[in-house]
């Protein structure tokens, strides 16, 4: 994680990773191109369409008599990209293009390897290359090439005769993710050992973590309020299932705690006690790590343990006045 | 159909990157500023809020559910959202109000497109089996639109410069522009291609922000004493998404838009277009068949910052204005989606 005064970001990763089903129009097609052929549809008007589509996209009626279509056409047309993006499907500068294949009367997207921009012109003659493996995906035509390249026919025959039902379709998107304001501010006092939470300047509620307004009234919460290390156990479960990456070890207990002075709970871990000690307004406080481990996180805090102070009546936790006080 | 009155609208600056403030942060002040237009306090004021945003621009899932936090919604409100752009959420707060079951709306958009990379993530909106996987982005379409239309002599490259040249000068006049100033079209026809036959300026930048704006019954706007333009008439259509079955020289679904809002009624003074691309500007003036007399894209339209999921509202929002500023009489805003301005909405306004 970097820092600079106000902005803390990190990269990460989302990983979508769907698998879809494809019905039986989209999947004939991918089972087409797992042997290395290409299909269309014919459309309400007679016309076939490239990609195959389940319904027309002019009558809405329900397609299905598929045509064969070659696995070569024209360029209708293009845009270069000399500057690859690291998902594009290839690393060097290329083509993106509407190809008309013969036999089909609309042109589908494809991109085309043509080395260079100058090579490239609308109403070129381009085939398919196959990829060597094929999988029933779109990426099983690895790019198109000028007609006249001459292409190792190397392929490798998919045995698999179960037609396509269903493909992996993973996307993983990277982000910078930056911590909004008032989270900066207050993951930069948690790397002090501090807890600041933020006051609402209408209801004069205290909010940690504070995430730059107040929910209830809808204004930013400016004031910083420091908070002790104390807290009051508004509700909790003890967890007995393995969480997947989790290295805690079941059974444990996870709590709503509200620290004193604050409105609203957060959860934390509960330990030091029995599991079945824990109860409702038990009174609690943090138990920090050592201090050349903290870093911008609520794992700052090991966990929170049990304290020798009366418990808090039920009726009292989580309607605290006003302002904490 | 009644009249709806816009009464209030806000914008925040289009940013490249609005750096440490999160989506909470971002909408809160435009909120605070058309309350302020209103003369209300807070979306407790309105009986319908709507929101328009898309999670995948800043890759946090239900940002727009904690963008709530940024209304005061306690007591509960009735609050709507959709993943588009906040011209959408107009549409339905409009509907709201259209059935009888609103008086008055507050309509939000905001995105933060600078943690990712945009032109990627919008390639995950495209078909999943057959465009997606192949990571075809949206600057990609765009070139490919551009080429039919200058390679059939539908368009000229000095024309796309003519409109970004107009763009960036309109754009000085406004302070929310992210690209603005004086350039001349000889200029940017000498700059290199970027994405071919696109150059970097024919693309609408990268920007971050939000908008807000309220709407309501005419006699509301009354009971609140605030000067406000009405929408007359908003109609949106979609084209397939079977792209190769489209017509990319011309924009079918705007032309059906535009009549069904009515834009042929009168003469249109202002209008502000979405048009992410430059030669998409001049798909969209034929489409809604504007004369040399409409002032098109008075703010510098998306070309000057495009804040994705607000843009659309923004130009609802820039024609409004300018009608209560009394820039004119009668305009027309359109908000754009998806691929080669696949899907389309007009609106069409009056001032009073």
């Known amino acids: 994680m970097s820092s600079s005064a106000e902005i803390l970001s990190q990269a990460f990763t989302l990983g979508y990773t769907y698998t879809?089903?494809?019905?039986?129009?989209?999947?004939?097609?991918?089972?087409?191109?797992?042997?290395?052929?290409?299909?269309?549809?014919?459309?309400?008007?007679?016309?076939?369409?490239?990609?195959?589509?389940?319904?027309?996209?002019?009558?809405?009626?329900?397609?299905?008599?598929f045509v064969d279509v070659a696995d070569c056409g024209v360029v209708q047309t293009w845009s270069w990209v000399s500057e690859p993006r690291k998902a594009h499907p290839s690393d060097k500068p290329f083509a993106w293009a509407l190809i008309k294949l013969d036999g089909a009367d609309t042109p589908m997207l494809h991109w085309v390897d043509a080395g260079d921009a100058a090579q490239m012109s609308t109403g070129m003659r381009v085939k398919a290359r196959w990829a060597e493996k094929t999988q029933g995906l779109i990426s099983d035509i690895n790019g198109f090439v000028p007609e006249a390249t001459t292409l190792s026919e190397d392929y490798q025959t998919n045995e698999a005769e179960e037609p396509i039902t269903g493909i992996d379709s993973p996307s993983y998107l990277t982000y910078n993710f930056t911590a909004g304001g008032a989270t900066a501010r207050y993951l930069a006092e948690l790397k002090k050992g501090k807890l600041v939470g933020q006051r609402c300047p209408s209801c004069e509620n205290v909010y940690i973590p504070p995430r730059g307004s107040c929910a209830a009234c809808g204004v930013a919460t400016t004031d910083e309020v420091e908070l002790t290390n104390k807290a009051t156990v508004e509700s909790f479960t003890i967890v007995y299932i393995p969480i997947p990456n989790n290295p805690i070890k079941p059974p444990y207990v996870i709590a709503n705690l509200v620290l004193d002075g604050a409105n609203i709970s957060f959860l934390h871990l509960l330990s030091e006690c029995k599991n079945e000690d824990v109860r409702i307004g038990m009174r609690v406080e943090a138990v920090w790590k050592p201090e050349e481990e903290w870093g911008y996180a609520m794992e700052n805090i090991q966990y929170f343990k049990p304290i020798d102070e009366p418990d808090v009546p039920v009726e009292e936790i989580g309607k605290l006045k006003k302002g904490g006080r | 159909m009644r009249d709806v009155a816009i009464v209030a609208f806000a914008q925040s600056d289009c940013v490249r990157d609005a750096g440490a403030r999160n989506e909470v942060e971002l909408i809160m002040p435009v909120l605070q500023e058309v309350y302020k237009q209103t003369g209300i306090n807070s979306a407790q004021d309105v009986d319908f809020t709507c929101s328009g945003s898309c999670d995948y621009q800043q890759g946090a899932a239900f940002a727009f559910v904690a963008g709530v936090d940024a209304l005061g919604a306690v007591p509960p409100i009735k609050e709507s959202h959709v993943e588009m752009d906040a011209a959408w959420a107009l549409y339905e707060s409009w509907l709201k109000i259209q059935m009888g079951q609103a008086e008055s709306a507050l309509i939000y958009g905001f995105g933060k497109s600078s943690p990712g990379e945009l032109p990627i993530v919008l390639s995950q909106q495209l078909d999943p089996y057959?465009?997606?996987?192949?990571?075809?982005?949206?600057?990609?379409?765009?070139?490919?639109?551009?080429?039919v239309m200058l390679e059939q002599g539908l368009i000229t490259e000095a024309e796309m410069a003519e409109v970004v040249a107009r763009s960036r000068q309109n754009a000085s006049n406004n302070p929310h522009a992210q690209l603005k100033g004086d350039v001349s079209v000889d200029e940017l026809l000498a700059e290199p291609e970027y994405e071919s036959p696109l150059r970097r300026h024919d693309c609408c930048p990268i920007s971050d922000g939000a908008c807000a704006m309220i709407i309501c019954t005419v006699?509301?706007?009354?009971?609140?004493?605030?000067?406000?333009?009405?929408?007359?008439?908003?109609?949106?259509?979609?084209?397939?998404?079977?792209?190769?079955?489209?017509?990319?020289?011309?924009?079918?679904?705007?032309?059906?838009?535009?009549?069904?809002?009515?834009?042929?009624?009168?003469?249109?003074?202002?209008?502000?277009?979405?048009?992410?691309?430059?030669?998409?500007?001049?798909?969209?003036?034929?489409?809604?068949?504007?004369?040399?007399?409409?002032?098109?894209?008075?703010?510098?339209?998306?070309?000057?910052?495009?804040?994705?999921?607000?843009?659309?509202?923004?130009r609802i929002g820039e024609v409004a204005m300018r009608l209560i500023n009394g820039e004119g009489k009668r305009g027309v805003a359109h908000a754009t989606s998806g691929p080669c301005l696949q899907q389309n909405l007009v609106t069409v306004l009056e001032a009073q």
């Open chain 2, 130 to 147: 057959y465009l997606a996987p192949l990571w075809v982005d949206t600057i990609a379409f765009a070139a490919m639109q551009a080429r």
């Open chain 1, 20 to 65: 879809r089903s494809t019905g039986p129009i989209v999947g004939q097609f991918l089972t087409a191109l797992r042997d290395r052929k290409m299909v269309g549809i014919k459309g309400s008007d007679g016309k076939v369409l490239m990609p195959p589509v389940e319904f027309d996209p002019v009558s809405a009626q329900a397609l299905s008599e």
């Open chain 2, 219 to 314: 006699e509301k706007a009354k009971e609140w004493g605030k000067p406000y333009a009405v929408i007359k008439g908003i109609d949106h259509r979609i084209e397939t998404h079977h792209i190769g079955s489209r017509d990319l020289t011309q924009s079918i679904s705007t032309k059906q838009a535009a009549e069904a809002a009515g834009v042929a009624q009168g003469p249109v003074d202002i209008a502000e277009l979405y048009a992410p691309f430059s030669h998409q500007e001049i798909i969209l003036r034929r489409a809604l068949n504007l004369s040399d007399d409409t002032k098109v894209n008075p703010s510098g339209g998306v070309l000057a910052g495009n804040v994705m999921m607000a843009s659309g509202l923004s």
